[in-house]
């Protein structure tokens, strides 16, 4: 379990609340140190002052009840045996250590203070002038609500701080995100429309160089595109040359004829690859498609005399992508299956929810290859070990892994048990 985001967007906020908690909390207890608390041991100082008064002519040896009813009609303030307070309200009175602790300090010798509220406070003082008395100072104005208002204002203020540092922290990761979006597209091949440019100047400056460097990559691409595709014009000229000059050979240089035509094929074939490597197949706009179709598809399409192709086939979700490439992608791969295995070859589908992905499996019977040469093939130019052969121009993976890098999905070979290879493609569910 993740206790903490690791979003810059999460960070900022929690950030932000957990400061504003600190500051709520610090202003709480400083309105309670330098506000409450001296009101309360002003309060005391008061009641103190008053219990003097009460026992200014001695303690409980000189208690008279008569002149304590009297008191109590001028003044309010009661002075009570304990048993006779426990029925005034004693018992539901409510022990204060702190004043009482500070009235012990005051009257110089062993004191406790209750409070009971009803319809007003009521101060039960027992002081060590007299141990089995109880002195009761009702005080009004003094109500609990009172301290309602601080913390409403606490929880408004740090509520509303909230909500604007979230919605600013969500103004400021905006261009952040679109930045992202942008940033994937390129390395996928696809090359959007210029950000804008908007947000603190550190982001706009990001922004700017962001642009740049996509304007750059583009025109990058564009000449390479050209480049590739000059080349592979200039040298399909002299190739047909070629064709047509084998053609008019006699028939005795038939066996020479043979040769410099397939020649001519295969070089026809490896100029063919290299476009395919480099053309924008990702420039076209992906749609939601079913995988199961495709797969039937290219299968009615690739079917061999020589080889036989099963299908195992379970419902899929639909997922994005760009049908040609991924056809593409199916068709390289059941040819490069055939031309390395005289057996059977096996095509399956699948789902795995738990990773949110659909996949397809090419698989056949051949030799398979060396682990430490499977990711080296799916580099530009790089060919099979010997067991596979070593026809081509090494480039048919390549444009495969391009293909599904740009899908945002992974491609990998995997050596069979018993025997042959295991080519896996996998796609991301679109949401």
């Known amino acids: 379990m993740k206790l903490f985001p ?74 009570y045996r304990e048993q006779d307070a426990l029925m005034l309200g004693l018992a539901d009175a409510a022990y204060y250590p702190y004043l009482s602790m500070q009235m012990t300090e005051l009257l110089e010798g062993e004191a406790e203070v209750r409070i009971s509220q009803g319809e007003e406070y009521l101060f039960w003082i027992r002081p060590p002038q007299a141990p089995q008395l109880w002195v009761k100072i009702p005080l009004h104005g003094l109500e609990e609500a009172s301290f309602y208002p601080l913390i409403f204002y606490l929880v408004v203020i740090g509520g509303l701080s909230v909500a604007g540092g979230y919605l600013f922290v969500r103004q400021l990761n905006r261009p952040l995100k679109a930045l992202q979006k942008a940033a994937i597209d390129v390395s996928r091949g696809k090359f959007p429309e210029p950000l804008k440019e908007q947000g603190s100047s550190e982001i706009v400056s990001v922004t700017q ?12 691409e564009s000449d390479r595109s050209l480049l590739m595709a000059g080349i592979s014009h200039d040298l399909r000229t002299p190739l047909t040359r070629i064709r047509l000059a084998s053609e008019m050979m006699s028939e005795d240089e038939d066996y020479l004829k043979e040769g410099i035509e397939k020649d001519i094929d295969d070089m026809n074939s490896i100029i063919d690859q290299f476009i395919d490597y480099i053309r924008h197949d990702m420039m076209e706009k992906s749609r939601i498609c079913q995988m199961n179709t495709l797969i039937r598809e290219v299968v009615e399409l690739e079917k061999s005399d020589q080889h036989q192709l099963h299908l195992d086939l379970r419902e899929l979700p639909k997922v994005p992508m760009v049908y040609p490439a991924i056809k593409r992608v199916l068709t390289n791969l059941i040819q ?43 580099q530009p130019f790089t060919q099979g070990d010997t067991a596979r052969g070593t026809k081509g121009s090494g480039l048919g993976l390549a444009i495969i892994k391009r293909i599904v890098d740009g899908h945002g999905g992974r491609v990998s070979l995997s050596n069979r048990r018993g025997g042959g290879l295991e080519a896996r493609v996998e796609l991301p569910v679109a949401e």
């Open 6 to 79: 690791r979003s810059a967007f999460g960070q900022t906020v929690l950030l932000i609340g957990f400061l504003l908690l600190i500051n709520q909390v610090v202003s709480y207890l400083s309105v309670a140190i330098y506000v409450i608390k001296p009101n309360l041991e002003q309060i005391n100082q008061l009641l103190a002052k008053q219990v003097k008064v009460v026992f200014i002519d001695g303690g409980d040896a000189n208690f008279n009840p008569q002149l304590a009813e009297a008191f109590h009609r001028e003044t309010g303030i009661g002075v």
């Open 209 to 220: 160089a962001f642009n740049r460097m996509s304007t750059g990559i583009k025109q990058l």
């Open 336 to 378: 490069n299956a055939y031309k390395y295995s005289e057996q059977d070859v096996e095509v399956r589908s699948g789902h795995d929810k738990q990773r949110g992905v659909v996949y397809f499996t090419v698989s056949d019977r051949g030799p398979g290859i060396s682990e430490k040469d499977v990711e080296r093939l799916f």
